[in-house]
Nanobody, 125 residues
């Protein structure tokens, strides 16, 4: 059984920073590609960022490139999302995900086998 628990969301003003944390209860954490997705009200869930098993390779949605940084600590079974220069359009529920699914047609991650419960991020203008 894989359990993911996110924390770190909140209400901030535009331009501020937040760091999301996801702790994963699993024996083989380093075997999973880890990532973050988000879902804004009335919109479909979208990919935000991913980190390879070692963390040496990362991927980002164009909308967050240069502002968000994903990292992972395999010794702590934890993945982070540092979010800087937050914008109102970043407002969403952010979901931690494990064992991501790659879609070769769209050349991006489109889902995952395991999900956290989500943490709300609200950015006011």
């Amino acid at each position: 059984q894989v359990q993911l628990v996110e924390s770190g969301g909140g209400l901030v003003q535009a331009g501020a920073s937040l760091r999301l944390t996801c702790v994963v209860s699993v024996r083989a954490f380093s075997a999973y590609t880890m990532g973050w997705f988000r879902q804004a009200p009335g919109k479909e869930r979208e990919f935000v960022s991913a980190a390879s098993r070692s963390g040496n390779t990362t991927w980002y949605a164009d909308s967050v490139k240069g502002r968000f940084t994903i990292s992972r600590d395999n010794a702590k079974n934890t993945v982070y999302l540092q979010m800087n220069i937050l914008k109102p359009e970043d407002t969403a529920v952010y979901y931690c995900a494990a064992d991501l699914k790659w879609d070769p047609r769209s050349a991006t991650y489109t889902g995952a086998n395991y999900w956290g419960q989500g943490t709300q991020v609200t950015v006011s203008s």
